[in-house]
């Protein structure tokens, strides 16, 4: 399991103020995923119920806020994230 220490990282970064947000939500989709159950072939459920109030909790809404900005489509087979320009 990811230490909160990562997600504090992150959102203490906020390179996602400064740089290009497309590049921010790429490279840290991984560590969003670990905040989601994501069952084989069907759409990804947040885990609120286990971390509420909690940094993940932060960083999971701050991941969403900035990806409900752009076009883009979360492939629930292979797991992955494709943003449209």
């Given at each position: 399991?990811?230490?909160?220490?990562?997600?504090?990282r992150?959102?203490?970064?906020?390179?996602?103020?400064s740089?290009?947000?497309?590049?921010?939500?790429?490279?840290?989709?991984?560590?969003?995923?670990?905040?989601?159950?994501?069952?084989?072939?069907l759409?990804?459920?947040?885990?609120?119920?286990?971390?509420?109030?909690?940094?993940?909790?932060?960083?999971?809404?701050?991941?969403?806020?900035?990806?409900?900005?752009?076009?883009?489509?979360l492939?629930?087979?292979?797991?992955?994230?494709?943003?449209?320009?």
């Amino acid at each position: 399991m990811l230490n909160r220490k990562r997600y504090q990282r992150v959102i203490e970064l906020k390179g996602y103020k400064s740089g290009d947000k497309k590049k921010w939500l790429i490279n840290n989709f991984e560590l969003f995923k670990s905040t989601l159950n994501w069952p084989p072939g069907l759409p990804p459920i947040n885990r609120s119920l286990n971390f509420e109030g909690t940094v993940k909790e932060e960083f999971n809404l701050l991941y969403m806020e900035i990806l409900n900005q752009f076009k883009y489509e979360l492939d629930n087979n292979t797991k992955t994230l494709t943003i449209f320009d």
